[in-house]
């Protein structure tokens, strides 16, 4: 069974930078997509940034110029990592890792959370003003 453990959420002031990672254990079958969704209150889940197995990414519009990901493919575990800077109060929300086997990611537009099969515990990231 494939496992996610996330860390690096926390609370931050407008500007500021956070690193999420996601420690992905278990049969993962290359190629796979992994990546980060994000749900606040009231809202539905969406889709933040992904990377396949070669390094391609994905980034919502959102977010692009500020938050990057990039993984590392160990032999036993896969990693990956979000890193957001100048974070703004409307990036506020849980942030959840997911992965899925078989699956390239081509446009984050076209990822839903459905698509996933794996996922992580969510971690808050909460940004003030």
């Known amino acids: 069974q494939v496992h996610l453990v996330e860390s690096g959420g926390g609370s931050v002031q407008a500007g500021e930078s956070l690193r999420l990672s996601c420690v992905v254990s278990g049969p993962i079958v290359q190629p796979s997509c992994m990546g980060w969704f994000r749900q606040s209150p009231g809202k539905e889940r969406e889709g933040v940034a992904f990377?396949?197995?070669?390094?391609?990414?994905?980034?919502a519009d959102s977010v692009k110029g500020r938050f990057t990901i990039s993984r590392d493919n160990d032999r036993d575990k896969n990693t990956h990592y979000l890193q957001m800077n100048s974070l703004k109060p409307e990036d506020t929300a849980i942030y959840y890792c997911?992965?899925?086997?078989?699956?390239?990611?081509?446009?984050?537009?076209?990822?839903?959370?459905?698509?996933?099969?794996?996922w992580g515990q969510g971690t808050q990231v909460t940004v003030s003003t």
């Open positions: 990377i396949n197995t070669v390094g391609d990414t994905t980034i």
């Open positions: 997911a992965a899925r086997s078989l699956m390239i990611c081509s446009n984050v537009d076209f990822l839903r959370s459905d698509m996933f099969t794996a």
